[in-house]
C-alpha cells in the first residue's frame, strides 16, 4: 500500500505540471522508467514482457502523434509498477478522451497525465482505502 501511496503521490505531481504546462518533464518521467523497467526484469518475463507491450504500443502510438512522450514514460511505469493502476489510468484516459472529443468536435487533444492520476487514484481508493471501511483488509 505505501508503494502505490508513493505511485500516487508522484502522479499528482506529473498531473499538476501538465495541467499548468502541457508537459512533465524528464527529470519526474525518466527515474521511474528506469526503475520500472529494472523492477520488471526482476520480477521476471511475465512482467517484463507486459511492460516491453506497453513500451511498445505507446511509442508506436507517440510517433503517429496520439500521444506525448510524459505519457509513454508513465505508462510504462505503470505498467512495471502497478498494472491495475494502468488499466485505471487508460480506462480515465478514455473516459476524459470521450468528453474532450464530444465538446470539441473531434478534437481530443488534452493533458492526458491528470486523467491516468484520477484513474489510479479510483484505482487505489477501491483496492485498499475501501476494504478498510467494509471489513475486507484485515
Partial sequence: MIAEGVLLLWLA???RQ???TREVSNCLTIPPLAGGLLYAAAQ???ALLRTALVLLTAAVLFRLG????????ILTALAAFSPPFL????LAQGAAGLV???RQGGRTLFPAVPAYAAGAGLSFVIQFVLPIFTGGLS
Avoid: I
Avoid at 496520439?66 to 514514460?73: N, P, R
Avoid at 488499466?87 to 487508460?90: P, Q
Fill in 13 to 15: 505531481v506529473c498531473a
Fill in 18 to 20: 501538465d495541467w499548468r
Fill in 44 to 46: 521476471g518475463w511475465e
Fill in 66 to 73: 496520439g500521444m506525448g512522450g510524459a505519457d509513454v514514460k
Fill in 87 to 90: 488499466l485505471a489510468a487508460l
Fill in 100 to 102: 474532450v472529443w464530444r
